[in-house]
């Protein structure tokens, strides 16, 4: 099974400041990866797929990159509304895998 | 719009069994694979299982294989899981999921979850 690490697994930003957030997979994946994003007691909404496609409705303010192992999911200026829990996927092999998520926090 | 919503969850013992299903609205169902997903409390995204449109093709995580079923009813718009021999560590929100396209495993909507508790 594919391992998927995320870091950090949480921080404090500003309303504004622009973030990363890195997603590694224990072996190569292509572009085979989604970012989701889940703020408390809701579901995971889809973000990107394909590590750099923006999922229709998504705010163009997010964007990923990446190939093969390391992949990243930028927001440029953050808004409130983006404090959450961001998860990355792979969706190379079976069993498809998450990462452990990231929590990203109002500093 | 498309609309999923999930069913069935409740206390139930460890080894007991439990049958949930999942509602979908608002796209042609039969076009699409399906996906169980579920989230421990406090804790990350499981995918669990899947099954493609036309119920020939189902997938599990090891830690459900051999105890859960996952199955379809495309004449109703219906995705079910039913679970057996149910353990402390199936206790979770168990989302129902689109797949974005065949089998692609990516998860385009989600519904809000039921939730399952094992506890004696």
């Known amino acids: 099974a594919i391992r998927m690490t995320q870091s950090p697994s949480s921080f404090s930003a500003s309303t504004g400041d622009r973030v990363t957030i890195t997603c590694r997979a224990s072996?190569?994946?292509?572009?085979?990866l989604a970012w989701y994003q889940q703020k408390p007691g809701k579901a995971p909404k889809l973000l990107i797929y394909a590590a750099s496609t923006l999922q229709s409705g998504v705010p163009s303010r997010f964007s990923g990159s990446g190939s093969g192992t390391d992949f990243t999911l930028t927001i440029s200026c953050l808004q409130s509304e983006d404090f959450a829990t961001y998860y990355c996927q792979q969706y190379y092999s079976y069993p498809p895998s998450f990462g452990q998520g990231t929590k990203l926090e109002i500093k | 719009e498309v609309q999923l919503v999930e069913s069935g969850g409740v206390v139930v013992q460890p080894g007991g069994s439990l049958r949930l299903s999942c509602a979908a609205s608002?796209?042609?169902?039969?076009?699409?694979?399906m996906h169980w997903v579920r989230q421990a409390p406090g804790k990350g995204l499981e995918w669990v299982s899947l099954?493609?449109?036309?119920?020939?093709?189902?997938y599990y995580a090891d830690s459900v294989k051999g105890r859960f079923t996952i199955s379809r009813d495309n004449s109703k718009n219906s995705l079910y899981l039913q679970m057996n021999s149910l353990r402390a560590e199936d206790t979770a929100l168990y989302y129902c999921?689109?797949?974005?396209?065949?089998?692609?495993?990516?998860?385009?909507?989600w519904g809000q979850g039921t939730l399952v508790t094992v506890s004696s």
């Open positions: 072996q190569g994946i292509s572009s085979y």
């Open positions: 999921a689109k797949d974005q396209g065949g089998i692609l495993r990516v998860f385009d909507y």
């Open positions: 099954i493609s449109w036309d119920g020939g093709s189902t």
């Open positions: 608002g796209f042609t169902f039969d076009d699409y694979a």
